[in-house]
């Protein structure tokens, strides 16, 4: 299993004409993943005030989240993952563990990753010990992913029926929550170690596929949950 990534991501709102058109092409440089198409289902920890994803949408230089995920609708045999994504400016790095589901048995996120003795689970348990964060909010989507036929480190991934709550904070609902996608939009990221293939970089120019900047948090929060009627605002010191 993977545990670290370090790639720079790029994200684009795009038609169904405009996903068909790419994808009509990707066939001669990107094959399906292993998985294919899928679903995702995260939960996203936060502090009660929403600190986290406030300071996020400012867009500092530096940023991170903390999310427990999971593929798939969760059984006995299910692996979670806790992750934490770090941005500094346009590169993204990702620290996770895997925690299977017979781990759980009642126990929370903190009591087992207190227990891990890896590198990374001790990074987890500082950043828990070290912010008052607890599960906020559900976000699951459909994803169809690529990967590179001959460049390794290239990814390309189309997420559709993006849908969030904020309680029934559990992976047995999927289908439950608000959608968050605009009718007939697909996001669309493209994930490299580098510098953007030149056959991409061109077919994004043709079929006008130009990159956004779209947090699904971010936007759960920024065009959702803030806007809640009664929902009061408490200004940190």
């Known amino acids: 299993m993977q545990t670290t990534f370090r790639r720079y991501e790029k994200k684009y709102l795009i ?22 198409e899928y679903l995702v289902q995260n939960l996203y920890y936060d502090t009660e005030n929403w600190d986290c994803i406030r300071e996020s949408i400012k867009k500092p230089c530096y940023k991170e989240k903390l999310r427990l995920r999971c593929y798939g609708v969760p059984n006995q045999n299910t692996e979670f993952f806790l992750e934490l994504k770090k941005k500094f400016k346009e590169l993204v790095c990702k620290r996770r563990i895997a925690i299977p589901a017979q781990k759980f048995g009642g126990r929370t996120v903190r009591v087992i990753v207190a227990a891990e003795a890896s590198q990374i689970g001790r990074e987890l348990d500082f950043y828990l010990q070290s912010n008052a964060v607890s599960e906020k909010i559900y976000i ?15 990814r390309v991934t189309f997420d559709t029926d993006i849908r969030f709550r904020q309680s029934g904070l559990d992976f047995f609902h999927p289908f439950d929550g608000k959608p968050v996608l605009p009718p007939g939009k697909t996001l669309m990221e493209v994930k490299t170690l580098g510098g953007m293939p030149v056959w991409m970089a061109r077919a994004l120019s043709e079929y006008k596929i130009f990159p956004t900047a779209f947090s699904k948090y971010g936007v759960c929060y920024s065009d959702y949950i803030i806007k809640q009627p009664g929902r009061p605002v408490k200004i940190s010191a």
């Open 15 to 36: 038609t169904r004409e405009q996903r068909s058109a790419l994808q009509a092409l990707l066939p001669r440089y990107m094959s399906p993943d292993r998985f294919g």
């Open 140 to 154: 699951s989507y459909n994803r169809t992913a690529f990967a590179g036929i001959k460049d390794e480190g290239l």
